[in-house]
């Protein structure tokens, strides 16, 4: 390669929860640079998944975190040209891009969701991904039946 590989920013934890992982989440959320509107869209989606699983012992957070590795997908296909074919070629996901894909897929299986505000679209996303439903799962669900489908071809990874 020619040029160097761009260098990774650093990213503050949030105000409230002191968590890197939840500015990242905000960070995708955003639209317009509004990070405030952003914040107070996470925020109040948590405490809506708090008050809609009162019997769970876990904190929103800790709710949101399980709903994230719940969606978190371990391979992925890749489309590989190997003469004059096209192949799908299962890969496994380097550990941030699994993070990245998991919260893109949380957001906008929330967006397309029925619902009155953002808020109340992403906490109910949320609790679907905690209890194993919803786009989102699904979604990480089809990556891994496309992976398995396509295992024959595994040895043209590159």
Do not use: C
């Given at each position: 390669m020619r040029k160097s590989k761009p260098k990774k920013r650093l990213i503050l934890p949030d105000p409230v929860y002191g968590d890197v992982r939840v500015t990242k989440f905000v960070n995708h959320l955003m639209f317009d640079g509004k990070k405030n509107t952003a914040f107070t869209i996470f925020y109040?989606?948590?405490?809506?998944?708090?008050?809609?699983l009162p019997n769970e012992e876990l904190g929103a957070l800790d709710i949101w975190k399980k709903a994230l590795e719940n969606v978190t997908p371990q391979v992925e296909v890749k489309s590989r040209r190997v003469g004059g074919a096209t192949f799908q070629?299962?890969?496994?996901?380097?550990?941030?891009?699994?993070?990245?894909?998991?919260?893109?897929?949380?957001?906008?299986?929330?967006?397309?969701?029925?619902?009155?505000?953002?808020?109340?679209?992403?906490?109910?996303?949320?609790?679907?991904?905690?209890?194993?439903?919803?786009?989102?799962?699904?979604?990480?669900?089809?990556?891994?039946?496309?992976?398995?489908?396509?295992?024959?071809?595994?040895?043209?990874?590159?």
């Amino acid at each position: 390669m020619r040029k160097s590989k761009p260098k990774k920013r650093l990213i503050l934890p949030d105000p409230v929860y002191g968590d890197v992982r939840v500015t990242k989440f905000v960070n995708h959320l955003m639209f317009d640079g509004k990070k405030n509107t952003a914040f107070t869209i996470f925020y109040s989606a948590l405490e809506t998944v708090k008050s809609k699983l009162p019997n769970e012992e876990l904190g929103a957070l800790d709710i949101w975190k399980k709903a994230l590795e719940n969606v978190t997908p371990q391979v992925e296909v890749k489309s590989r040209r190997v003469g004059g074919a096209t192949f799908q070629v299962p890969t496994e996901i380097r550990a941030d891009r699994k993070e990245s894909i998991s919260m893109k897929n949380l957001i906008s299986y929330a967006r397309k969701r029925g619902g009155k505000t953002m808020a109340d679209k992403l906490a109910a996303e949320i609790v679907d991904a905690f209890n194993n439903q919803g786009g989102a799962f699904k979604r990480k669900e089809d990556m891994h039946k496309m992976a398995e489908a396509n295992r024959a071809f595994a040895h043209f990874r590159f």
